[in-house]
């Protein structure tokens, strides 16, 4: 018998539902269960993939080319598991199956209703999720907080599936703010109460509530939790801050979380083993180095934008008992005041991340040119591996004002352009090149040393590339491009050799990073950084 366990959070959204989630998950697969987790996205849009990323952070590619909400990340990261696009469901991808069955005829005679069509897509759509892995127990998390008008039909499907499924295998958390006022230093409890309230409206009563507060919540907090939630105080539970998000499993199954859920859904389970867990932790809150990392970007203003690449960087750093230090640059500013590139000096190592369009790409530019021209440990990924490149052919190459068509149609000299197959594609949800493909790798080349393999496999998400047309005078000028697709027409890598570290790849391999399983281009740079600031020769 499938569990099924739902989260659903109040007062205000960003409160820690993704690391709550992903933690239970953690709770429940360190005793040996089989848990897969469900992000549901109240919001219209058929996917995350058309989504600004300073409004709703990353977009989280797939392996099967889903573009995904961000908690795909947590999940994947912290349960190290590879998810589909079916793992995230929003109402535009319900209503759109929906009215596509519609229209085939399937409900003929019938008017179709958001109860029980919508609902029923849901669950639908919650239980094959479950099925497809074989799991024990699927995680539903509901975006949004309680009350959003959009979220209705998706609370009130986990409300039906209680019915369905039966009280022992059906679990709703409720998770909330509980703010310390500065005035007072008093927690307070009433924001929660309000958003149990409005959840209780809906039809569910929660089984545990977890209280989202700076500190651990006090003895009266918790009274009052559990009293005007109805539910004894052993089933509230606090997620306080922490220094990394990777000890909030650790923190809630020191309260006792992970065994109350195991009981409340009956669930037969191993002893819990956190060893592997702790370990990274205890290597991350106790770091032996500290490096400094310049992240260069168009999006610098909203960390979330760059959450997969900013945890993939700190996976780097633990693998090597160091703390990463990341100030995010906004690129632009290196165009208004050119001379402040010179601060990039300051950084051990220079990072460019992904990116759309012109806007502060002349910033990232200068910043590869800047890291090449001084040494600096630098990595470049998708766009920043694209700009790398242009920089090259620019300032190297002697390809004056080189460019990617993405920027200047018009440029003389296109190192990067729109790839062929994506010609004539008007279309922008789920056309890019995205989700894994195989990468070659050449030997005897950094990219072959970092991986350790001739072959494999990686997460995309880009429209443009190389141009061929180029290689050959990018190549005599030094540019070795050591990654290939296996048909050796895109370029995946390319490496400068004769700097300490120079590295920047096409695809994303921060999707595929994981706490104590380091993405090796990620712990290179780290590694190189780290190595280079403590005056170490080149590897
Ligand atoms: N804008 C570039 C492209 O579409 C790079 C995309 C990215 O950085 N993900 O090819």
């Not at 089989?34 to 993939?49: E, F, L, M, Q």
């Not at 009130?156 to 499924?165: K, L, P």
Request: negative net charge; charged residues 25%; hydrophobic residues 35%.
């Amino acid at each position: 018998m499938v569990k099924y366990i739902f989260v659903t959070g109040g007062v205000l959204s960003s409160v820690g539902k993704g690391i709550l989630t992903s933690s239970i998950g953690k709770m429940l697969q360190t005793r040996g269960l089989k848990p897969t987790v469900v992000k549901i996205d109240p919001y219209v849009n058929i996917d995350a993939g058309t989504m600004n990323p300073y409004m709703h952070g990353e977009t989280f590619v797939t392996d099967d080319g889903g573009e995904t909400d961000l908690d795909l990340g947590w999940y994947e990261r912290f349960l190290d598991v590879s998810l589909k696009q079916e793992n995230n469901l929003t109402t535009g991808s319900i209503y759109k199956s929906v009215i596509e069955k519609e229209r085939h005829g399937d409900f003929l005679g019938r008017c179709v209703q958001i109860v029980p069509h919508i609902t029923n897509e849901i669950k639908n759509r919650i239980r094959t999720a479950g099925k497809a892995v074989g799991a024990d127990i699927v995680l539903t998390e509901v975006g949004g907080t309680v009350g959003d008008i959009e979220g209705l039909p998706f609370l009130e499907a986990i409300r039906q599936m209680r019915v369905e499924e039966g009280y022992d295998n059906t679990l709703y958390v409720h998770v909330a703010l509980v703010p310390i006022l500065d005035v007072t230093g008093e927690m307070k409890t009433k924001p929660l109460q309000h958003s149990v309230n409005e959840l209780r409206r809906i039809g569910i009563q929660p089984d545990t509530i977890v209280a989202r507060s700076p500190k651990m919540i006090d003895a009266e907090a918790l009274r009052k939790i559990a009293l005007f939630g109805t539910i004894p105080e052993s089933s509230v539970f606090c997620s306080y801050n922490a220094e990394t998000v990777y000890q909030v499993p650790l923190i809630l199954d020191k309260q006792g979380m992970g065994d109350f859920i195991c009981q409340r859904l009956g669930l037969k389970c191993d002893i819990k083993d956190f060893t592997i867990w702790q370990d990274f932790v205890d290597g991350m809150i106790h770091p032996e180095h500290e490096v400094k990392i310049a992240l260069v970007g168009k999006y610098a203003g909203l960390s979330d934008s760059y959450v997969s690449m900013t945890e993939a960087l700190r996976h780097g750093g633990a693998a090597c008992k160091a703390k990463v230090c990341i100030s995010y640059l906004e690129a632009e500013k290196f165009e208004r005041e050119p001379e402040c590139i010179k601060d990039l000096a300051n950084y051990d190592g220079v990072f460019v991340p992904y990116g759309f369009g012109p806007r502060g790409t002349e910033g990232k530019i200068a910043a590869a040119k800047y890291a090449r021209e001084n040494d600096i440990p630098f990595l470049g990924i998708c766009y920043g591996f694209q700009l790398a490149v242009i920089e090259f052919a620019r300032n190297v190459a002697g390809l004056t004002d080189a460019n990617s068509t993405e920027i200047n149609p018009d440029t003389p000299y296109p190192v990067i352009d729109l790839m062929p197959e994506q010609r004539g594609i008007e279309i922008k949800g789920a056309t890019m090149r995205l989700g894994a493909h195989k990468v070659i790798l050449q030997k005897d080349s950094l990219a072959h040393k970092l991986y350790g393999a001739e072959e494999i496999q990686e997460r995309h998400r880009h429209r443009f590339e190389v141009n061929l047309d180029y290689i050959e005078a990018l190549k005599n000028k030094g540019l070795r491009f050591t990654g290939k697709s296996s048909d050796g027409r895109r370029m995946e890598t390319i490496e400068l050799p004769d700097k300490y570290f120079y590295f920047a790849t096409q695809f994303h391999g921060e999707f595929k990073s994981r706490p104590g399983r380091a993405e090796p281009e990620y712990f290179g740079f780290i590694q190189a950084c780290l190595n280079k600031k403590l005056g170490k020769p080149k590897a």
